[in-house]
């Protein structure tokens, strides 16, 4: 019944849908229906804690706890301990933007830029502290809770709120997964959106939602980022056992690693951008061993700044080179799936 991205938490034996009106919930039998509690919140961001619902939406200075064990109860009652809860965070003036969960603590991120951390069990052992109070998050897309820590994007790039072991606080500041691409995502921001693909260990950032053609995907294990171009704007991606359902426009797609052709139709052009290697002086460039692994017996390129190769994809390569230059930086892209075994370059200083 809202206008924002439906945010859903199974509670009890509902589920509930927070989308920018009144909180609505699903019990499975009848159709969608509207909290019908004349306290019902408006609701855009919500979550499940200490058998109470917690919602809050953009705009809003509060956190509204249902009474315990019921969603669908929103009565206050301060002589009832059990009963629904309404808690204002901060007394700066600003707005909550959305909040996200750290372990059994609440981080409510305010259009001011400070980051309230909210603890304890609510009405009587409530606690809130300032954390930061730094430029504020872009979006209420823009914060995601993975296991450990909360990620968020503000104009500084990608940032981070984790908890630390010895002192039980948090720690803040750039998110050191973001160290290799937050130049891509400062490049072009507004009302950036997040995704976390939990089955491929990866975080999802679109930095621009208007456009929503560039994703940039970074594996926190593998410690590597991809950029992914599409030919449409993306609205949405959900990650599936063996694929990723993307919606593009008015159209559902599926991303799998067993698509050859984007669209069914068009080649699927792929790049990987290797370190720079630099010297005061020239670098000879002297040979090239090379091994790309593929279903199909086809070619890629190699280009060393200033001399391409063709490579062979299933078998692995030899070149011999006589080429000078200030700097090398090897890019090698092509059309056909492959895996990439080493580039080893020799070389010497002249």
């Not at 707005?95 to 001011?112: A, G, H």
Request: charge should be negative.
């Amino acid at each position: 019944n809202g206008d924002k991205y439906p945010e859903c938490i199974k509670h009890v034996n509902k589920l509930f849908i927070a989308s920018g009106g009144i909180l609505q919930y699903y019990d499975f039998i009848n159709n969608i229906k509207n909290v019908e509690d004349e306290n019902a919140p408006i609701a855009d961001v919500i979550t499940s804690l200490y058998g109470r619902l917690l919602v809050s939406y953009e705009g809003s200075r509060y956190l509204d706890w249902s009474s315990w064990g019921d969603g669908t109860d929103w009565t206050l009652n301060t002589n009832d301990p059990s009963a629904a809860v309404k808690t204002e965070i901060g007394s700066d003036g600003g707005t909550i933007i959305s909040f996200s969960r750290l372990s059994t603590d609440i981080m409510v991120f305010k259009n001011s830029g400070k980051v309230y951390q909210y603890s304890g069990y609510p009405p009587n052992e409530e606690q809130q502290q300032l954390i930061i109070d730094r430029p504020p998050a872009l979006s209420p897309r823009s914060i995601k809770s993975l296991s450990t820590e909360v990620i968020y994007i503000n104009e500084s790039g990608l940032q981070q709120l984790t908890t630390t072991m010895e002192y039980g606080n948090i720690t803040y500041g750039d998110a050191p997964l973001a160290n290799k691409f937050n130049k891509i995502i400062k490049s072009d921001l507004y009302s950036p959106k997040i995704w976390e693909l939990k089955r491929d260990k990866s975080v999802v950032i679109m930095p621009n939602s208007d456009i929503g053609k560039k994703l940039i995907i970074y594996n926190y294990i593998v410690g590597a980022c991809t950029t992914w171009d599409f030919n449409d704007k993306i609205t949405d991606l959900i990650e599936l056992e063996n694929e990723i359902i993307v919606a593009v426009g008015r159209n559902i797609h599926s991303l799998s690693l067993n698509n050859n052709k984007d669209f069914d139709t068009f080649p699927i052009l792929w790049k990987m951008k290797f370190k720079r290697i630099e010297s005061i002086n020239l670098i000879l460039l002297k040979e090239i061993d090379i091994m790309l692994d593929g279903d199909y017996v086809s070619e890629a390129t190699l280009n060393l700044t200033k001399v391409a190769r063709q490579v062979p994809i299933k078998k692995s390569k030899k070149i011999k080179l006589n080429h000078t230059s200030k700097y090398i930086e090897p890019v090698l892209f092509g059309t056909e799936s492959v895996k990439f075994h080493h580039l080893i370059i020799i070389k010497e200083e002249v």
